[in-house]
C-alpha cells in the first residue's frame, strides 16, 4: 500500500505560480510511477504529469506543457509540481496518485488539494 498527501494548494493570480508536493509513504515506491491529476468543476478527472522512479520517463499534458513541470526527490519520497504562468482554467483540485509499474491503472490516490487562480 502507498499513502499519499498533498500540500501546497491556495490561490493564485493569474500568470503567478505555484508549487504542489506529495509525500510518500508504505510499500516500496520504486515499484510505482507518481503523478498528478486534476478535477475542475463538472469537468472529469484529468491527468497532468506523471514520473517514473528512475526519472527517465516523464508524462506532461499538451494542456500544460511549457508551464508544468513534474520532478522526484526519491531521497525523501516526494514528487513535486511546479506550476507556472497560471490560468483561471487550471482552477482544480490537484490529486497525487500512483500506479505499479507496468500497470494501466492508478491504484492510489491522495486526498486533493485546491487550486484557484483568480484575481
Known amino acids: 500500500q502507498v499513502q499519499l498527501v498533498e500540500s501546497g494548494g491556495g490561490l493564485v493570480q493569474p500568470g503567478g505560480s505555484l508549487s504542489l508536493s506529495c509525500a510518500a509513504s508504505g510499500s516500496t515506491l520504486s515499484m510505482y510511477v507518481l503523478g498528478w491529476f486534476r478535477q475542475a468543476p463538472g469537468k472529469e478527472r484529468e491527468i497532468v504529469a506523471a514520473i517514473t522512479w528512475n526519472l527517465r520517463n516523464q508524462f506532461v499534458a499538451d494542456s500544460v506543457k511549457g508551464r508544468f513541470t513534474i520532478s522526484r526527490d526519491n531521497a525523501r519520497n516526494t514528487v513535486i509540481l511546479q506550476m507556472y504562468s497560471l490560468k483561471s482554467d487550471d482552477t482544480a483540485i490537484y490529486y497525487c496518485?500512483?500506479?505499479?509499474?507496468?500497470?494501466?491503472?492508478?491504484?492510489?490516490w491522495g486526498q486533493g488539494t485546491q487550486v484557484t487562480v483568480s484575481s
Open positions: 496518485a500512483a500506479r505499479p509499474n507496468g500497470d494501466n491503472s492508478w491504484s492510489h
